[in-house]
């Protein structure tokens, strides 16, 4: 079983937009922040990935790749049991 540590992340999110604008529209647009907790499953000297959801055989589900450049905070999240501890009822 994966032992993943449970976090909370807030950082600042990329913004895409196609098409033409005009500069004045440009201007008013600002970084929006994301909100994200879930289990740090990697991380590297560039990112973290999160993943929301863990199954019992390791599998994960709704993964987030975040820049590390981009973090405003992160903090580890209290547990009562690691996943791994956790009984099917």
């Known amino acids: ?3 993943s540590i449970p976090v909370y992340i807030e950082a600042y999110d990329h ?3 196609l098409g033409w604008m005009s500069k004045s529209k ?3 647009i600002k970084l929006a922040k994301i909100f994200v907790s879930g289990f740090l499953v990697e ?3 560039i990112h973290y990935k999160v993943s929301c959801q863990i199954c ?3 599998d994960i589900g709704d993964t987030f790749v975040i820049i590390k450049s981009a973090v405003i905070r992160m903090d580890k999240l209290p ?3 690691p ?5 099917r009822s």
């Open 26 to 28: 440009l201007k008013k």
């Open 15 to 17: 913004y895409s937009e």
């Open 43 to 45: 991380e590297t000297d």
């Open 83 to 87: 996943p791994s501890e956790v009984s």
């Open 56 to 58: 019992e055989d390791g």
């Open 1 to 3: 079983m994966n032992k």
């Open 79 to 81: 547990i009562s049991k």
